[in-house]
């Protein structure tokens, strides 16, 4: 189970009672994940919104942040791997400027708005880890759902490629990618995640990470997949994999994941990830490991 002290608010930061939020009748937190929206019926699909598949498209483009913006100005520069142009396996740093699109309607954009919300709060408090505190620094837990975190990692992914900052190698060619159809029905709720894809957490050996203040973004190819079959997002050295379409692994890693799409996920004062897959279940903990700075 997911405990902390007991709390007024809720550790997942709602605002509200914690007996009334995530808090549950045995004292352990549970987050539920952020209800997927319907959207007002327009019949209209804007041309240039990725999401025009689902149609219900407004006809005005939102301009925004790849990655929310609050989280660039925490982690410095984004590295990025498979930029068109860079060199094999060379990362390219992208400044918070360079990281703003129309690729989205307003409809479309403001449906994935708690999504943005819930990932920017997730990278902060891995970002304050590497301060040794939490975020907000008064919590005693920090709590969110594991769906979220999937979702907006997909989000994030899906605008990259959307934007054409991301490029695909076929055959002798720089090609473009786009995101296919299933990805952006999976960000809406519109299909299920296929067998052993989804979210996996990559660790190193006893788990323990390193801190770096960086934050690396690099498309993954698969065998069998035409362009990008999921994604690697590593905040601080931590590994985040994102399989989309075929199941994937990290690179020279000789353990298997250290967690597989956890329902919930918290953060405590004493440095520790806490993961569960069921509300009032077991719990995997594991301590990061921060180096003075
Ligand atoms: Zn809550
Ligand atoms: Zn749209």
């Known amino acids: 189970m997911i405990v902390g002290e007991p709390l007024d608010l809720c550790p997942c930061e709602s605002g509200v009672a914690a007996s009334t939020c995530c808090r549950g009748d045995d004292g352990s937190y549970w987050k539920r994940p952020v209800r997927f929206e319907q959207l007002p019926s327009t019949g209209f699909q804007h041309p240039r919104c990725y999401a025009r598949v689902l149609g219900d498209c407004s006809t005005?483009?939102?301009?925004?942040?790849?990655?929310?913006?609050?989280?660039?100005k925490q982690f410095g520069n984004l590295l990025i791997r498979g930029l068109p142009g860079a060199r094999e396996g060379s990362a390219v740093g992208v400044g918070p400027n360079a990281l703003?699109?129309?690729v989205l309607c307003r409809a479309h954009n403001s449906a994935l708005s708690e999504i943005d919300s819930q990932g920017t709060r997730f990278f902060q408090t891995l970002?304050?880890?590497?301060?040794?505190?939490?975020?907000p620094s008064d919590r005693d837990l920090a709590l969110f759902s594991g769906p979220d975190v999937e979702r907006f990692i997909l989000k994030c992914g899906i605008a990259f490629c959307a934007s054409g900052l991301l490029g695909f190698k076929t055959a002798n060619e720089r090609l473009p990618w786009v995101p296919p159809s299933y990805w952006v029905q999976l960000l809406f709720g519109r299909a299920d995640w296929k067998p052993g894809c989804g979210l996996s957490l990559w660790?190193?050996?006893?788990?323990r990470f390193e801190q770096r203040r960086s934050v690396l973004l690099e498309p993954m190819a698969a065998h069998g997949v035409d362009g990008v079959a999921g994604l690697r997002l590593a905040p601080h050295g931590m590994d985040f994999v994102l399989a989309v379409d075929r199941v994937l692994s990290v690179e020279g890693a000789d353990l298997?994941?250290?967690?597989?799409?956890?329902?919930?996920i918290a953060f405590n004062k004493r440095l520790e990830i806490m993961l569960t897959w069921l509300p009032g279940g077991l719990v995997h903990a594991f301590n990061v490991n921060v180096r003075p700075l």
Do not use: M, N, W
């Open 60 to 72: 005005q483009l939102s301009r925004e942040h790849l990655v929310p913006k609050a989280i660039l």
């Open 100 to 102: 703003a699109a129309r």
């Open 127 to 135: 970002d304050s880890f590497r301060r040794r505190a939490l975020h």
């Open 203 to 207: 660790g190193g050996a006893g788990h």
């Open 256 to 264: 298997p994941p250290l967690a597989y799409r956890p329902g919930s």
